[in-house]
């Protein structure tokens, strides 16, 4: 006998759908690591820190704290190297974390300000840097990661906690005169061992060049992101 209802193909599941059950899955993962480390008496948060010390520590101390002048931030180099230690921490723990690219807007236009020149676009990086190292914890990276570009991990921070830290930091940012384009990727932990890291770049940086492109016509500071399904959080009109 045929079963009819085996020909019929099912509705593809909606990107939603999709992410929603992906972030069940690894919450309920996340948990049961964290049961595991209760049952043996340890704090699982301070496990992971210590973890993330220790395998720090192992890292060459040169590249680890290298930083550039004009911020006080960990250079490209510094970042590129310790994300993957990051990125290798979040899957043995089953942490989300979310990855953000950042461009000043109109810096050059600043750079050519008559009677102030590249001085005036030294001070505001140099402000975008202080708001960045206010706005982060310890365990987050933040890099200038090349002229006007920044780069932040926010660990064990997914897409919609992501969001709510871009609203604390646009604040000072309003505050102090900087806008900023910013675009986001959230990483799964199941993603880690299947994608790059330049993978993951790649999309936050399209992310904020879709940013960028619309701070053209709306000016201030706007923020866009997605998760490996392509779930979006916040488009640019809504930031």
Known sequence: MT???SEVPKPAERPAVKLHRARRKYEKDRNTVREEYKAEGENPNDHRRRLRREIRGRLDLRKQYETEDMTGLLTRTA???MIGVELEIAKKFGMHSTLIIMDVNKLKEVNDTPGAGHAAGDKLLEKVGEQLRLGTRDEDLVARYGGDEFAVLLTDIDLAESW????RLKVGLDENGISI???AREIF???IDEETVEGFTKKADEHMYLVKEWSRSHPGSHFFGSGPDDGRLRSPSQS
Do not use: L, V
């Open 181 to 183: 384009s910013a675009g």
């Open 79 to 81: 970042f590129d190297e």
């Open 189 to 191: 932990p199941r993603e």
């Open 3 to 5: 079963d009819i209802g």
């Open 164 to 167: 709510n830290w871009w609203k």
